[in-house]
């Protein structure tokens, strides 16, 4: 079993920065691969960045390439998602995943969900 719980979000201007945390219960948490996707509202969920278990590979979303950073520290059971040049098209409710297999998938196959942590972004 994991837990996982997001935190860090809030309301920024454009060009700002925020860094989320997924914070993870359970000893499982280093065989799993991390997610993070977002859902706008009126909007489906859509995959952002993952990363392994390791840390060692990254995989990010077209459009966010270039300005957030998905990390890993398995010491302290947390994902970081630092997010730079934020856009207004960011606005989202960010939410981290996991499951054990590394290639993002469609929502319905992640094993664990954390409840989500808004990020609004102004113009």
């Known amino acids: 079993q994991v837990q996982l719980v997001e935190s860090g979000g809030g309301l920024v201007q454009a060009g700002g920065s925020l860094r989320l945390s997924c914070a993870a219960s359970g000893r499982a948490f280093s065989s799993y691969a991390i997610h993070w996707f977002r859902q706008a509202p009126g909007k489906e969920r859509e995959f952002v960045a993952a990363?392994?278990?390791?840390?060692?590979?990254?995989i990010y979303a077209d459009f966010v390439k270039g300005r957030f950073t998905i990390s890993r520290d398995n010491a302290k059971n947390t994902v970081y998602l630092q997010m730079n040049s934020l856009k207004p098209e960011d606005t989202a409710v960010y939410y981290c995943?996991?499951?054990?297999?590394?290639?993002?998938?469609?929502?319905?196959?992640?094993?664990?969900w954390g409840q989500g942590t808004q990020v609004t972004v102004s113009s």
């Open positions: 995943a996991a499951r054990q297999k590394f290639v993002p998938t469609l929502p319905y196959e992640y094993d664990y």
């Open positions: 990363v392994n278990w390791s840390g060692g590979s990254t």
